[in-house]
T-cell receptor, first 109, second 116 residues
Framework: TQLLEQSPQFLSIQEGENLTVYCNSS?????LQWYRQEPGEGPVLLVT?????EVKKLKRLTFQFGDARKDSSLHITAAQPGDTGLYLC?????????FGAGTILRVKS | KAGVTQTPRYLIKTRGQQVTLSCSPI?????VSWYQQTPGQGLQFLFE???????NKGNFPGRFSGRQFSNSRSEMNVSTLELGDSALYLC???????????????FGSGTRLTVV
């Protein structure tokens, strides 16, 4: 069982559509991070959310941290082919960073 | 500033051999964490080093080991390679130790290890 459960596992959408990726846990995290990874490369940090209820925006990406600091979501508005990649949520737990299984996003033009 | 550098980028080894991977963190970062990424298991934590000390270790057999040097560069070693060790090995660096409010890790591009 993953400490961080991500859904969906795979998402294939058309350019211009909106989507939301979820990251859930039964544990409380002091912060959650979102990364994007392209094939053959390491994950790149997109954002860190720290405060319960916090909302952060990065251009067309909106990140939300749940009030209880157990879950987070990533919403992409008007997805573009360049958004294609593996999206990972991660949180610090027991002196290490643990990751969800990831969501593979494919945006078709 | 330079990012996290991992060498080599690609490796092909035979079962039973051993391999050493290298990671140079961002200048000033003293924490280096290692991860194994496979399609089936995702990113799995191997170990973390801070100031030349291993602070935490994941659930991997003793064939997986590592060390960190005084300049914060880190190496990981896998002995007696098995086919199942084929994976992308990633290292990440952060300024404070892992789990102490790092709030963001910088990853290298990884080393793709193939065991045949």
């Amino acid at each position: 069982t993953q400490l961080l459960e991500q859904s969906p596992q795979f998402l294939s959408i058309q350019e211009g559509e909106n989507l939301t990726v979820y990251c859930n846990s039964s544990s409380v995290f002091s912060s959650l991070q979102w990364y994007r990874q392209e094939p053959g490369e390491g994950p790149v940090l997109l954002v860190t959310v720290v405060t319960g209820g916090e909302v952060k925006k990065l251009k067309r990406l909106t990140f939300q941290f749940g009030d209880a600091r157990k879950d987070s979501s990533l919403h992409i508005t008007a997805a573009q082919p360049g958004d294609t990649g593996l999206y990972l949520c991660a949180g610090e737990y027991g002196n290490k960073l643990v990751f969800g299984a990831g969501t593979i996003l494919r945006v078709k033009s | 500033k330079a990012g996290v550098t991992q060498t080599p980028r690609y490796l092909i080894k035979t079962r039973g051999q051993q391999v050493t991977l290298s990671c140079s963190p961002i200048s000033g970062h003293r924490s280096v964490s290692w991860y194994q990424q496979t399609p089936g298991q995702g990113l799995q934590f191997l170990f973390e080093y801070f100031s030349e000390t291993q602070r935490n270790k994941g659930n991997f057999p003793g064939r997986f080991s590592g060390r960190q040097f005084s300049n914060s560069r880190s190496e990981m070693n896998v002995s007696t390679l098995e086919l199942g060790d084929s994976a992308l090995y990633l290292c990440a660096s952060s300024l404070p130790p892992a789990g102490q409010g790092a709030h963001g890790y910088t990853f290298g591009s990884g080393t793709r290890l193939t065991v045949v």
